[in-house]
């Protein structure tokens, strides 16, 4: 089962829903991953993996949000951060609140889940939060 997750105010601005305001939600259902990956041109677990940019954090809210309106553009996305982060402390400490909650959404997908196959030898396919910090620049993509 894949649940939504609810941003606050502070990350991404209410939404307007039949005259009220509505917080926004995170989903990353298969049409949301699919849509990462034919954005990125790169499987999802390799897609996470090559993170590390303003680019790739608005792409993920921006998939996270197709499910709110399928006329959402990634520049929309970031319309939407950019004026959330106005009323931060820092870019930095909003950022990375912004990426703790993309996170626990990502994790929200069975997709993402343990199996608990761990003792068979099997990499555990939990997104852990470094998997979207800063790449390396020493690796080419």
Do not use: C
Not at 22 to 37: K, M, W, Y
Not at 127 to 135: E, H, R, V
């Amino acid at each position: 089962m894949i649940e939504a997750t609810t941003v606050p105010a502070h990350l991404l601005p209410a939404r307007r829903y039949r005259k009220r305001e509505q917080l926004r939600t995170l989903f990353f259902d298969l049409n949301a991953i699919s849509d990462i990956e034919r954005t990125t041109g790169r499987p999802i677990d390799r897609a996470l993996t090559q993170g590390g940019t303003f680019a790739s954090l608005r792409m993920l809210v921006w998939a996270g949000l197709l499910h709110e309106s399928q006329d959402l553009t990634e520049r929309d996305a970031g319309d939407l951060m950019q004026e959330a982060s106005q009323s931060a402390d820092s870019i930095a400490e909003y950022l990375e609140a912004l990426n703790a909650v993309t996170l626990t959404a990502l994790r929200n997908n069975e997709l993402f889940q343990e199996t608990g196959d761990e003792d068979e030898g099997e990499e555990d396919p939990t997104l852990k939060k470094d998997q979207l910090g800063p790449s390396d620049s020493s690796s080419k993509t």
